[in-house]
């Protein structure tokens, strides 16, 4: 009589196996983003100059930005860019990423030309705009067109109008990828009974594309919305918050509290209001989003 093999599952094993397969990028993430961030909460009710000893003040730092009278303007601000590169965005992405969904071979080769952006870094591409927009010796001078010869990072209006399209120059690719994924994956025979039913393309494309696109216009948003809050390092290069403070965003007062100013426990605090900021977006856009029907039918396997 042959012994019996006692065996546990296949979609046991899958289950044993799963948490050892997640460990390494569960503790890198602990180790990189949950540590240092409970850090940062801890630095806020302290008073620091970042190179002298910690000195524990209590909730003196939290005092100090949210009574400070450009913590309303600077919010205003990142919520300004925040709407307007999204409202900017999200239309270019969605065009680009379905246009180059197509099977035609020249829009691989131009989504290859769309991606160089976003793998140029932040500040050489601050560094191009503000010598190509510089009134005396940029674009415009050199080419004698009054209009591109005006002074854009020295008017409020302007200035911020260039931070936004700098933005959306650079990280509309990124979406456009995501979207041309989403395009990729929605089912032909839709498109062929529209077909059918006599559909043009515009029909095809409010009918079908867009909400079909419902969870990953979701996602792509997350990621436009939470990201606009770390806009640092362009925004800094380009008008160091100015004129004025007329793009002066929450993540540019971090910077210049804590390493202009020597002051690492307001730093801290106004890190802390972007973190929770984001998660409480990040939270909105899921709820409004509603839940996908792919994962209710995985929850209940």
Known sequence: MSAVSHRPPPRRQQRDVLPWLVAPALLIFVGFAVIPLFGVFALSFTTWDGIGAIHPSG????????????????????????????????????????????????????GVVYFVPLMLSSAAIAIAYKALLNPNFGLGAGLGIDLLSQDWLGRPGLAFGVVVFVVSWQFVPFHSLIYQG??????????????????????????????????????????????????????FILTE?????????????????????????????????????????????????????????????
């Not at 450009?70 to 246009?99: C, D, K, N, R, Y």
């Not at 890190?271 to 209940?300: C, F, M, P």
């Open 59 to 110: 909730l003196t730092s939290w005092r100090a930005v949210l009574t400070h009278p450009g913590l309303p303007h600077a919010l205003w601000v990142t919520f300004l860019v925040m709407a307007v590169s999204w409202a900017f965005q999200t239309p270019a992405s969605i065009l680009i990423g379905v246009f180059l969904a197509g099977d035609q071979r020249y829009r691989a080769v131009l």
């Open 182 to 235: 989403g395009v990729q994956q929605i089912p032909k025979s839709l498109y062929e009974a529209a077909q059918l039913d006599g559909a043009g393309r515009v029909r095809q494309f409010f009918s079908i594309t867009l909400p079909q696109l419902k969870y990953t216009i979701i996602t792509s948003s997350t990621l436009m919305v939470v990201g606009s809050l770390t806009f640092f390092d362009l925004i």
């Open 241 to 301: 918050g100015g004129p004025g403070d007329a793009t002066r965003v929450l993540a540019l007062d971090m910077y210049k509290r804590g390493f202009q100013a020597s002051l690492m426990g307001t730093a801290s605090v106004i890190a802390v209001i972007l973190v929770l900021v984001g998660l409480a977006l990040a939270l909105l856009l899921r709820r409004l989003g509603g839940r996908d029907a792919g994962a209710s039918q995985l929850e209940g396997v």
